[in-house]
């Protein structure tokens, strides 16, 4: 039999092998999406901002029913595997859609986006519940910016390689974007493959799992209230300008494949080289004041964007940015681990990822239809001013935490 600190190993091992697969997916299929639409299948705005919003909506209803899958599950590991699969037969869909007639090519494309989050909000919520119960709290800090900065190098490098290959082509030849996504589906069965090698401990059928429901009763838990209502302020104000970011590099700064690589590699060697420091920061501050500091850093990518159309500049920009992306993605996951009972986590996870759905759907729509009313620039300085308020939530969030934790030693001792 393997030593807790073995299998701990092994674990870690395979969930580094499993992001590493699915970055690559994501950084040859998602990435090039907006592109892809644009270029290839001529998408409205309205139709690029859906690429943003519809998979939110679907994965609402996903979490809801996943919900009630995982309150019926032993193990959570061939859930989530067979979830991978099926959301990456999606872009085998993909592959097909410009055999399509043109009157239908875009709107296929936004539909299969847009379902394709069905199995892959499975996926996602079994998986956080999953990771969750295998890391312990003591190694989450320093195992997810590491492995967050280590995924993140495989999708620079993926990125890179895609962006110069694009540059050989003309951007509105549909032929590299399908041998993309053939290539991710080919990735995608390896994710589902090292997934399965996890060493899932198996749980007893008990009154806890009973207790593993709809998930109503963690709206009684304060702090996951607090960070409920920080966290989709601040997913609201960063997810309404995500349309229009692409909108603006391909439409106004006329942003080839090339280019798009470009501003994404800086965006992840900016991650890469922030992970471990942010890791390391809320070791020491907390994930809360931390992510009072990364809204902030987050509030001024849509601001700088609208000085300038060059590409060198927005490509600095992107670098800076993404200098406080890595430390949006690993806190909020912390501080959402954090905010959870073990009991039953997949509860709060299932809750959490249910609203931030509905926030993906209209935040993205809010951002094109303010751009439709008034003008880019307008639509990305509100989202700016947004995500600095949402600093200030977060700096009260990090108070109340503190005054939660400076309480509870003399619960204990009264007990």
């Not at 039953?344 to 239809?369: D, E, K, M, T, W």
Request: hydrophobic share 50%; net charge positive.
């Amino acid at each position: 039999m393997q030593k807790p600190s073995e299998v701990l190993q092994w674990n870690e091992r395979n969930s580094v092998i499993n992001g590493v697969a699915s970055t690559v997916v994501l950084s040859m299929s998602n990435n090039y999406f907006a592109l892809f639409a644009i270029s290839v299948l001529g998408a409205t705005n309205y139709q690029v901002g859906l690429i943003s919003s519809l998979p939110q909506i679907v994965g609402m209803f996903a979490m809801i029913i996943g919900t009630f899958i995982m309150a019926g599950l032993k193990e959570k590991k061939k859930f989530t595997s067979y979830s991978i699969l099926f959301t990456r037969i999606f872009l085998l869909g993909m592959f097909i859609v410009v055999y399509l007639p043109p009157e239908l090519r875009a709107w296929t494309f936004v539909i299969l986006v847009g379902l394709m989050n069905l199995p892959g909000s499975f996926a996602m919520l079994s998986w956080q519940s999953f990771i969750g119960d295998l890391i312990p709290d003591n190694r989450r800090s320093g195992f997810f910016s590491e492995r967050n900065r280590i995924l993140t190098l495989a999708g620079m490098v993926t990125t890179l390689l895609i962006g110069v290959t694009l540059q050989l082509f003309d951007k509105s030849n549909p032929h590299p974007y399908q041998a993309l996504f053939i290539l991710a589906f080919g990735f995608g069965i390896l994710e589902a493959f090292f997934l399965n090698r996890h060493i899932e401990p198996k749980k007893e059928n008990n009154i806890e799992k009973r207790k593993f429901s709809a998930g109503w009763d963690v709206y009684r838990h304060k702090p996951f209230i607090y960070f409920l209502i920080c966290g989709l302020f601040f997913n609201f104000a960063w997810q309404m300008a995500w349309p229009l970011f692409n909108i603006y590099n391909i439409k106004y700064a006329h942003m080839t494949g090339f280019w798009i690589s470009i501003i994404t590699v800086a965006n992840q060697i900016g991650q890469i080289i922030s992970f471990k420091w942010w890791g390391r920061m809320a070791d020491r501050h907390s994930n809360a004041k931390m992510l009072a500091i990364t809204a902030i850093g987050m509030a001024t990518a849509p601001f700088l964007t609208m000085l300038s159309t060059n590409m060198m500049y927005l490509t600095l920009v992107n670098l800076s940015s993404g200098l406080f992306v890595s430390g949006t993605v690993l806190l909020l996951f912390n501080q959402l681990l954090e905010v959870t009972k073990e009991r039953n986590r997949g509860s709060y996870i299932a809750q959490y990822n249910i609203l931030l759905a509905i926030v993906g759907f209209i935040a993205p729509q809010l951002g094109v239809f303010l751009l439709e009313l008034s003008s880019i620039e307008t639509a990305m300085n509100i989202s700016s001013v947004l995500r600095a308020l949402s600093g200030a939530g977060f700096l009260l969030f990090f108070y109340f935490m503190k005054k939660q934790q400076r309480h509870t030693p003399q619960i204990v001792v009264q007990r």
